[in-house]
């Protein structure tokens, strides 16, 4: 286990990595609950922050917030267009809104508020998003936010955040109310595993190493970060020793530690339940085409829509699972 | 606190109306793009809010207790400039740098560039929701001011106003009052041409509005329908100013061709002596800056 480098990673999980058993038995916790869990500490914690729901209050257990802070929890009904940029207007009054929704309603439906009330005035407002990727697998393409990566990274002023754990979405929770500014929070809504341990040293703005390897790189975010994991076991397997970067915060991204991975393992790989098209891997792209171009593959939802089914089998049908990583990192490391 | 500013008298809220349109159209000239037809039909109400309603400090535009104003049609923005710099938020030479390169004066309101702006505005639909916010916070955190809104008719179109109408009538704000700036135009055509609202009042009354129709260019109605608002505990209030479109200029009114386009500075000059009822060779522009 300490030769194999991994950081922050809690012993259990890497004894299930190194059973190839993670993604069997390592649920875990959806990160939207983790979220919720989080705002009732900050309830308490801080007198300005505010919810506000859109008919998913249940979904996300944010009816937990309600019933703890009453007057501070607003339910706008399915309206997410008025519940942002109301969320502006409160915070133009020292409010912390956390204005709480799926990730296709709250970027798509409401992109325009998104866009013109929160970020260009650049509010502090807190966008926290569900359903992120194709997390919400069975219920199909309508609900899952396979683009909100992209579209979040295109606006200016933005700040785009996603923990790939339980405990890291609690840190990213409390880290938006601390942020001057809009942040936007991603979750999943399918369970993901409970990585890490509470050392892990979370700042938005960083990519963290959470596994040594000095072949290539795997950089991953969100539910991602998982299926890396078990892609660098494999590989491990295979002899092959290979970096493993949770990169949590997709802008501003992490570019010293992104090209230091670039320079040590001349290989990269992103993996993403994003569209393939904007997301993680293209910013990463962008930032090596013009400072340290290496081989370079990416993981993500192939530029169409999914369908229902269980998550794990969506990412094994769309081209996104462990196996597929490790066989993407094989294709870069062999155009080394 | 507010600024020790003495409300003015109708007959001096007419005059300042005056002067703001003839700002309005020296600005537009001046930038030679702008929306002089909205920001002229809703010259009045401004007045009426910034000269003798709101509570106000234009030393302190950040003042938390302060009345709160946002102008959802924001492409009416000169109008909101000329009464802020008439109001002393800012000197009033920045107004003919409407729409320049490094303007504190944006071709739309932003927050962040111009002193007393309080809410970014220019996406129409967006700025009731915003009030909506702002009127929540006061009431969550106890505080008395009060939030304006300027919507536009044609804005009406955008469901999300709607929405916001819904919610403002669910939390009982009374310390909201939207005004629907009823000119019948909108860029395109008449609003009943390109999408009429049909019984507008009554729609407000639904989502559970206390409604008043004003004749948005009568200052004695404009006056007394704004220092009413929010008398009705619980209900957030609606105000139909029915205006006209160019309002002031012979040429502009009911024109739905003047809602985004600048006059040439002849044009300028007939608008002047419009405003000022008075003859062509006794106006003339503040422009030097016209044309350069």
Redesign the interface.
Known sequence: MVELGYHYIRSEVVRLLEAGALLEEGPGEATRYAYAEALLVLGERNPNV?VLNADVAKSVNTTAFAAAFP??E?N??I?E???????????????I?YATSYAVFLTMRAL??V???VH???LNVKLASSHGGITPGPDGPTHQGHEDLSLMRAIANATVVAGADAWTTKLATWAAAEWDGPVYLSFTRDPVPDLYTESYPFRIGDAVVIRDGVDATIVAIRDMVAQALVAAEMLAQEGLSVRVIDCHTLKPLDTATLLQAAEETGALVTAESNTILGGLGGAVAEILVEHHPVPMQRIGLRDTFAESGPYLDLLEKYGMSARHIAAAVQQAIARK | MPDTFKPLTVPELEAMAVRIRCDIIEMVTTAQAGHPGGSLSAADVVTALYFRVMRINPQNPAWPDRDRFILSKGHACPVWYSALAERGYFAIAHLSTLRQLGSILQGHPDMRKTPGIDMTAGSLGQGLSAGLGMALSAKLRGKDYHVWVVVGDGETQEGSVWEAAMAASKWNLDNLTVIIDRNRLQNDACVKDVMPLGALADKWRAFGWHVVDIDGHAMDQVVQALETAGARKGLPTCLIAHTVKGKGVSYMEDVADWHGKAPCEAEALRALADILSCDLEDVELFGETVDG
């Open positions: 505010v007057e501070r607003f706008f009904g309206a267009q008025n519940m942002v940029a109301a969320a502006a207007g409160m915070a133009t009054t020292g409010l809104p325009d508020q866009r013109n009330s260009y005035p650049r």
